[in-house]
C-alpha cells in the first residue's frame, strides 16, 4: 500500500522535476528523463513522510483548556483538556484531601492513603486505547505531586 502512495506521489513530482530541469536549462531532452527521475524519487518519499507526520500530529493533538469546577464535574470523558493546566498550575499542591475533594468532586479511586486518581476520558492520541487517570499523592495529608497516565 505504501509503495502504491510513493509511486502516485512520484507521478507529479517526475513532471514536476522535469519541468524544472526544463526551465533552468539542465541536460537535452533525453536525458531530461532520467535525470528528472531522482529528484523524483526524494520528493516524493519527502511528501509522503510530510504526510505520514501531519496524520500522527493531527490524531495526537488536543486543546488544552483552563481548569473550570463546572466543566470538570459535568463533562468528565473530556476532563483530559484540563488536566494539563491542573498540573502546569500546581493549584492542587499543598491541599488536603478534603479540599481536593471540595474542588475535584468524590468520585475518585483509591489506591492507598497516599494515592487517588480522578477518571479523565480518553486522551487523543495515536495508541490511545485505555482511559487516562490523573494521579494525586499525598505525603502527611498534603499533594505533593500531580501526574497522569494511561489506566
Do not use: C
Not at 53 to 61: A, G, P, R, T
Amino acid at each position: 500500500m505504501s509503495i502504491l502512495i510513493i509511486l502516485i506521489l512520484a507521478i507529479p513530482s517526475y513532471f514536476l522535476s522535469k519541468w524544472i530541469l526544463k526551465k533552468l536549462h539542465l541536460g537535452n531532452d533525453k536525458n531530461r528523463k532520467l535525470i528528472a527521475l531522482i529528484p523524483a524519487i526524494f520528493l516524493s518519499l519527502i511528501i509522503y513522510f510530510g504526510l505520514i507526520y501531519l496524520w500522527i500530529f493531527s490524531v495526537s493533538y488536543y486543546p488544552s483548556n483552563d481548569f473550570d469546577k463546572q466543566e470538570w464535574e459535568t463533562n468528565i470523558e473530556e476532563r483530559y483538556k484540563m488536566s494539563e493546566d491542573i498540573m502546569e498550575s500546581k493549584i492542587l499542591i499543598g491541599k488536603t484531601k478534603e479540599e481536593i475533594t471540595a474542588l475535584l468532586g468524590k468520585d475518585f479511586y483509591t489506591y492507598n492513603q497516599n494515592h487517588i486518581a480522578y477518571g479523565i476520558g480518553f486522551v487523543p492520541g495515536l495508541f490511545s486505547m485505555d482511559p487516562d487517570v490523573l494521579d494525586i499523592y499525598f505525603e502527611n495529608g498534603k499533594v505533593t505531586k500531580v501526574a497522569q497516565h494511561q489506566n
